[in-house]
Each structure stands twice: as structure tokens, then as C-alpha cells.
């Protein structure tokens, strides 16, 4: 888009129509499932183009209007969809991009549940997919087949944090009729702008930082229109699982302190970083924007900010010893999931079975680490005893 809006004016007045609803500041949550007609022909247009107008909620709300118009903007896209979880935004984007006997290339190790719809379910429908090491650009132009169609990106990756030139596989892509699709989740839209970049498709979770509480679920697809009204009129309406009405006000709710929270986890991870990079029993930090980074430069040029999430290695091969560690954390909580208030961890062995467990493999020896939104001196010093009794 030529013009950006300016961040304040899209979190706190874009797609608000306050004199509508007794100038209340905060939005109304009309909690309706079907919307009244007075004449047959609005009826029939409605039926011609759902995405027109107030039907059905499985189609349009306006509460979730208020919502999707807040969240293209801030992707700088021409629309979007809310869904209610980030994992039904890569279904219906995916499904909606390929059909039998289309190839897809993806970066290796995606969101867990973007690989299983590529290993499980689209394997069935004659659609395959080759991983690939992301980071380097000819390794997607190596990949791509006569038949592929489908660019899944994820930059940065969850726990070791690859990322990818943005600008050169949307460009590639795109010179070969390649539809693009990136998940944005760790950066947002706040810190990395793919749309500008040149991605087709860009989801995030909104049940990390858009959400921000650990309270709600959801997820963003932003793109051209077009390809919007597509998924809207197909994959959106036929999964039927948009955002309810109460999530999207949960939803916006978030968005409004969205800034100050990234802000401010943002200060606090740098503190927490500085601390482990130097102690004793740390062995290593990987974190997007640290200079050891093996992309460093790249994630500099191309990302704004990053968020809270890092992976620690401890100086230990042993299993229990990790396992010591997290479970002596007093106030950092063990859960998955990210992006609330509260700080994290979740160790890679914990999903691994404990006889498969290899100390001389360090991805089994990764420790994620999620900063929240509490004081960095609390969080060192819980995480300071905690590796003392490791
Ligand atoms: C959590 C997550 C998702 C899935 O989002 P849900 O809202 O949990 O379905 C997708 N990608 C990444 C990187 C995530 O962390």
C-alpha cells in the first residue's frame, strides 16, 4: 500500500464506527449468529456475494469487521481473514492454493502443524512437498518442479530461528507464477512488514502477540483481495472457522497495547539475553537479532525488532540436567505456547522420547525460552538459581 496509516490511528480509530454504538470507546461484541433482511432481493444479493454484507456470522460479523479491518492494515495488505486459530489460517490458505498433483516447497522443520498437513493429509489428494534448507535462495530454485505451485515460508523459524531472504523467494516466485505464503508469527507484522517485501499470503497467530493474554486463540491471513474473496467465498465459509464474536473482542483488546508489550519484552530479552550469553553453564544463545547469529546481517536488514522467544543450550549432554533445570524454575512457568504476559519455557527433549534422547545432537538439548512482561531482574534471578541447581 502507497500510504500507510499510521500505527496509533489503526490500533486505537480505524474500523470504528463509535457514534453507532452510544460513543462507547470499546467495541461491541454483537454476539449474533444470523442478521435480518426486510426485502427478498437484499436477501438474493447476499446470497450472490456473502462477503458483501451481514448474513451469517460464519461469514461476516461486525465485531470481527472491526477486527479484519484493523489487522490488514496493519499487514498493509488489501484484506484479511480472522480465523480461530493460527493452525486453521495454513489450512484453508494452503488447501486453497493447490489440487492434485501440484508440488509444494517448504522450509524444513515448518509449524508443527503445517508439516502435518503436508506429511498426512495432502499426501492423500496427490499433492507432495520437498523441505528444504530455507536459508539459502538456490536451494529453493533447485526444488522447484515443473508442478510447483506453493511457497510455504516460515522466517524466523520456532526454535533455531532460520530465516529466509524474504525478498528473494518472493521474487523468484514470483517470476515463476508461484504462489508465496510466510508464517509471520514470531515478528508480527509490528517487526516485519512481508507483505512490502513481496509475499502473496501472510498469517500470523493472533493467539501469540495479537492476543497477548494467553487467554484466546486465533489467526490473521492477509493478502490481495482477489485472493482473499477466494478463500472467503471456498475454504472460509466451507471450514466455517472464523472468529466468534467474544475471541475477535478479546482480540482487539490486545491490539491496543500491542506496541507498548513488544516494546517492552523487547527491553526485557535483551537484559535476560545479556545474562545467559555469559554464564558459566550456558554453552550458547540463539536469538535473531544477537551478533552470534549465523544470519545476523540478513535478520538485521529485514526485520524491525524480534520477539521474546530464544533458545538456550546448557554446557551439559545429560537429560536430567536439562530436566533439573526447568523444573527448578520458581516463577518462569513450563507451557507451550508464547506471546502472553507470562514468561515460558519448554524443553526440545520433552518431545523426544527419553531413549532417543542423543547429547551429542544439540537441537534434543534445546531450551525455548519465552520472555513475558514481568521485571528482568525477577526473571534473571529465577533463572539464575535455577541453573545453580543444575
Ligand atoms: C502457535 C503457532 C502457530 C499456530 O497458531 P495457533 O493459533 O496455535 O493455531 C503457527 N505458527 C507458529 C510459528 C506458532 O508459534
Redesign the pocket.
Known amino acids: 500500500m502507497s500510504s500507510a496509516p499510521d500505527i496509533s490511528y489503526i490500533l486505537n480509530e480505524l474500523g470504528e464506527e463509535r457514534e453507532n454504538y452510544f460513543n462507547a470507546v470499546s467495541a461491541p461484541i454483537i454476539q449474533t449468529s444470523n442478521f435480518v433482511f426486510k426485502k427478498v432481493d437484499d436477501l438474493s444479493k447476499a446470497f450472490e456475494d456473502e462477503m458483501g454484507g451481514y448474513l451469517y456470522s460464519r461469514g461476516l460479523n461486525p465485531t470481527v469487521e472491526i477486527l479484519r479491518k484493523k489487522l490488514a492494515a496493519l499487514d498493509g495488505a488489501e484484506d484479511c481473514l480472522v480465523f480461530n ?6 489450512f484453508a490458505g494452503v488447501l486453497a492454493n493447490v489440487k492434485a498433483g501440484d508440488h509444494i516447497v517448504s522450509v524444513k522443520s515448518p ?1 508443527t ?2 508439516q502435518r498437513m503436508f506429511d498426512v493429509i495432502l499426501p492423500r489428494f496427490q499433492v507432495t512437498t520437498t523441505y528444504i534448507d530455507g536459508t539459502r535462495i538456490e536451494n529453493w530454485k533447485n526444488a522447484t518442479q515443473a508442478n510447483t505451485t506453493f511457497f510455504y515460508l ?1 522466517s524466523p523459524n ?1 526454535w533455531d530461528f532460520a530465516i529466509q531472504d524474504i525478498k528473494a523467494v518472493a521474487q523468484f516466485a514470483k517470476s515463476k507464477g508461484i504462489v508465496t505464503f510466510i ?1 509471520n ?2 515478528c508480527t507484522p509490528v517487526y516485519q512488514d512481508v507483505i512490502a517485501m513481496g509475499i502473496d499470503l501472510a ?6 502477540y495479537i492476543g497477548g493474554h494467553s487467554d484466546t ?3 490473521v491471513l492477509s493478502g490481495p483481495h482477489a485472493m482473499i474473496k477466494k478463500i472467503f467465498d471456498s475454504e472460509y465459509l466451507n471450514i466455517g472457522s472464523g472468529i466468534q464474536p467474544f475471541n475477535a473482542w478479546l482480540l482487539i483488546r490486545g491490539l491496543r497495547t500491542l506496541p507498548a508489550r513488544l516494546d517492552r519484552i523487547t527491553r526485557t530479552t535483551r537484559e535476560v539475553l545479556e545474562f545467559l550469553k555469559t554464564h558459566p553453564k550456558v554453552e550458547g544463545v540463539i536469538f535473531p537479532l544477537d551478533e552470534s547469529f549465523a544470519q545476523y546481517e540478513l535478520a538485521r536488514s529485514q526485520m524491525k525488532g524480534a520477539c521474546g522467544l530464544m533458545t538456550v543450550i546448557l554446557k551439559t549432554k545429560n537429560r536430567d540436567a536439562i530436566v533439573k533445570f526447568c523444573e527448578s524454575l520458581k516463577h518462569i512457568m513450563m507451557a507451550v ?2 506471546g502472553g504476559h507470562e514468561s515460558l519455557v519448554i524443553p526440545k527433549c520433552a518431545g523426544i522420547p527419553a531413549g532417543e534422547f542423543d547429547g551429542n545432537n544439540k537441537e534434543h538439548r534445546y531450551v525455548r525460552l519465552y520472555i513475558g512482561l514481568e521485571e528482568a531482574g525477577y526473571l534473571i534471578a529465577d533463572l539464575d538459581q535455577a541453573l545453580a541447581a543444575v
Open positions: 486459530s493460527g493452525a486453521s489460517v495454513i509449524y502443524w503445517a516460515e520456532s508464517d508469527s514470531y498469517m500470523q497467530t493472533a493467539t501469540k486463540l486465533g489467526g505456547s508464547w
